[in-house]
């Protein structure tokens, strides 16, 4: 299997190299996917990996797992978690992936539940990656992931505004006033004033998140004229907000208060802390859902869009925060079909084979029912 992928990776180099490169970014008509995958296959699609056989507490900052920082041809993107997987080693530290390596490198690393995992990876593989080649960035487009399947897919990687990437992050600008995937110290000061003021002893706690959350939210209706806050954006934007009072806390420690220290590892550093250990059991969507609750119940909000600055349009017809199947069907049903409105061939095929990987998902904590927007196989 392992020798398999080498030859893709060699194939989709090959190729890389071959065409110039603009042109493998305009993405391919029907026939010139055809003739593509007569001459390279198409990439072989993995099952989601199963939950870890060892959930225990680990020393994940080890020797086999340095820090090196990013390469000048190393991608890094919006996503502090990732962004450190890949400079341990447990992501290929080009930053482009497949979406079962995510899987494996945030179970692995951070101890995320194989639902919430499976969950967070399809869904942006869907949204970001090559379902030809089986490979998606971790930030910006890039070539490396090999040719892309016919426009309106954007294969765009997870910095692609709009999609998985949204307005309103805690260490990021919105799009309209900058790079969205970068690192913005301005914002992290702002993180550090709202944990000193709301959290306890000032580390980022589930109070601070709360407030932190909400004031970005009311930040960019102020000032952004363009801001979008609908689904599926509302999820990632709350879950976010949660994830590092657990997963970037030690889990020796484990008292969901992270410390600015280990903050600024992770999120400005793209480190994990010396010594770091990560969560001592899976975190699965049983114990973060009630966190993302209570955030919300702390300054509710309904979904919508801005249209000019202060002037915040409800979108009645895009699902709320609390309805988790209505948010998976929206992505499934319109965002998806949004770039990929008529697939064939082996490309519905593997977006098909994604589709049930994401299912797989949602199914086991929440009761959704599985939408087809592809047909059944
Ligand atoms: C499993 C696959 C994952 C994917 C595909 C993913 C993807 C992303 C993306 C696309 C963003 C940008 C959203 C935005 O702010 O516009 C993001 C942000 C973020 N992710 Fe991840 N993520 C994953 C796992 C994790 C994990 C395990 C953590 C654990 C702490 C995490 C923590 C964060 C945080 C804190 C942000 C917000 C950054 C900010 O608002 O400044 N992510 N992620
Ligand atoms: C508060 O934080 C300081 C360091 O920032 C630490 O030395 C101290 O032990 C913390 N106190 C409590 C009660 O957690
Ligand atoms: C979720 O995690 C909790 C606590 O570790 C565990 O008891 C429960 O069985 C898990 N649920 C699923 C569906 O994995
Ligand atoms: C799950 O959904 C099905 C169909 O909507 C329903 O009949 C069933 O009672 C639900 N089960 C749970 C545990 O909510």
């Not at 020798?3 to 989709?12: E, R």
């Not at 026939?31 to 001459?39: G, L, P, S």
């Not at 209570?294 to 300054?299: D, P």
């Not at 949602?362 to 592809?374: G, I, K, L, R, W």
């Amino acid at each position: 299997m392992a020798k398999f992928s080498a030859l893709i990776l060699i194939a989709v180099i090959r190729l890389a190299v071959a065409l110039p490169s603009y042109e493998s970014l305009v993405g391919l008509n029907e026939r010139e996917i055809n003739e593509y995958i007569a001459r390279h296959g198409v990439a072989e699609i993995p099952n989601p990996p199963l939950p870890l056989a060892d959930g225990s507490i680990k020393l994940v900052n080890n020797p086999s797992h340095p820090f090196i920082p990013a390469g000048p041809t190393d991608i890094r993107g919006p996503c502090p978690a990732l962004n450190t997987l890949a400079s341990h080693g447990y992501l290929p530290r080009s930053g482009v992936a497949r979406p079962d390596q995510i899987v494996t490198a945030v179970m692995e690393g951070l101890n995320l539940g194989n639902d919430f995992a499976k969950f967070l990876a399809y869904q942006a593989f869907l949204m970001n990656g090559n379902p030809l080649t089986n490979l998606m960035s971790i930030g910006m487009k890039t070539p490396g992931t090999g040719p892309d399947p016919p426009k309106p897919a954007l294969v765009g990687g997870l910095s692609q505004h709009g999609t998985f990437e949204g307005d309103t992050s805690m260490t990021r600008v919105d799009a309209f006033f900058g790079d969205q995937a970068v690192f913005n110290e301005d914002l992290f000061q702002k993180f550090i004033a709202t944990s000193a003021k709301f959290g306890f002893n000032g580390t980022y706690d589930i109070n601070a998140a709360a407030e932190l959350r909400n004031d970005r939210l009311q930040d960019s209706i102020k000032t952004n004229p363009q801001l979008v806050f609908t689904s599926p954006r509302i999820i990632s934007a709350y879950s976010e907000a949660v994830f590092p009072t657990i997963f970037f806390v030690d889990g020796r420690l484990n008292n969901r208060q992270l410390t600015i220290d280990a903050a600024r590892h992770f999120f400005d550093f793209q480190m994990m802390p010396a010594d770091f250990h990560r969560q001592p059991a899976p975190v699965n969507f049983t114990m973060v859902d009630p966190l993302t609750k209570a955030i919300f119940n702390k300054h509710p909000f309904s979904p919508g869009v801005n249209h000019g600055k202060n002037n915040f349009v409800l979108q009645p017809q895009t699902p709320p925060l609390a309805d988790f199947c209505g948010i998976y069907e929206d992505i499934v049903l319109r965002v998806i079909p949004g770039q990929y409105p008529r697939p064939h061939g082996v490309l519905r095929k593997a977006l098909n084979k994604n589709l049930g990987f994401l299912f797989g998902a949602v199914h086991a904590e929440h009761n959704c029912t599985q939408v087809f927007p592809f047909g059944r196989d």
